[in-house]
């Protein structure tokens, strides 16, 4: 339809996006701090979208709802697996607070991420929640918490966490050492050894 309907499409993403501000306002009104936009813009090879689409149709109405939420002073959070460097201009264009999965296999660079927008956004995630949280033992668990917490702790802006969810398939004990290694090690200043 992008393609092919693209009148039908926009009101349609208009509709989406005028009822998402309300629903926020709602949230904001009620003491909310945070609006978390859980948009899944990509997929493990990219964007689901051409970057030139995304910025045509979303990025628009996108920033229209990053606007509004900011302008009722609280931050904006956005949940977006997949790999995403190819919009991450966009994403930070239109204003968004953080950024979470970072999204491992996938392909997110932690590193590249701190390096190009760790003054910019709040990072969150990159602990690998389909291989190291799911079977991995503790050493592997502790060696990705501790790599995180040195490449995007250091001067802050980092919230340690899985790069999806504790979803069912992980063990409960993986995810507690997970948190138990953060606890540990995750603490100003940051000192953390590989």
């Known amino acids: 339809m992008l393609h092919t309907k693209q009148r039908a499409i926009c ?13 926020g306002k709602d949230f904001i009104d009620r003491g909310v701090d945070v ?7 990509g997929y493990v090879h990219g964007p ?22 900011k ?18 201009d966009d994403l930070v264009d239109a204003g ?13 660079s932690l590193e590249t991420m701190k390096e190009k927008y760790g ?3 709040t990072l969150i995630g990159n602990v690998d929640s389909k291989s190291a949280l799911q079977y991995g033992s503790s050493s592997e668990i502790r060696k990705q918490v501790l790599g995180c917490l040195s490449i995007a702790a250091p001067a802050g802006g980092y ?10 398939g992980i063990p409960s004990i993986n995810a507690k050492f997970m948190f138990e290694v ?4 995750g603490k100003y200043p940051i000192t953390v050894m590989r």
Do not use: C
């Open 182 to 185: 953060a606890r540990k090690y």
């Open 35 to 41: 609006i978390w936009i859980p948009d899944d813009m």
């Open 159 to 168: 919230i340690l966490a899985s790069d999806h969810s504790i979803h069912e």
């Open 11 to 23: 009101r349609f993403i208009q509709k989406v996006t005028d009822f998402s501000i309300e629903l």
């Open 96 to 108: 968004i607070d953080a950024i979470h999965p970072l999204e491992r296999a996938a392909g997110m």
């Open 48 to 69: 689901m979208l051409s970057p030139e689409l995304f910025r045509k149709f979303i990025i628009p109405q996108l920033k229209k709802m990053v606007t509004a939420f």
């Open 119 to 121: 003054e910019k956004l």
């Open 71 to 88: 302008g009722r002073a609280v931050k904006v959070l956005m949940h977006n697996d997949g790999q995403l460097m190819s919009i991450m």
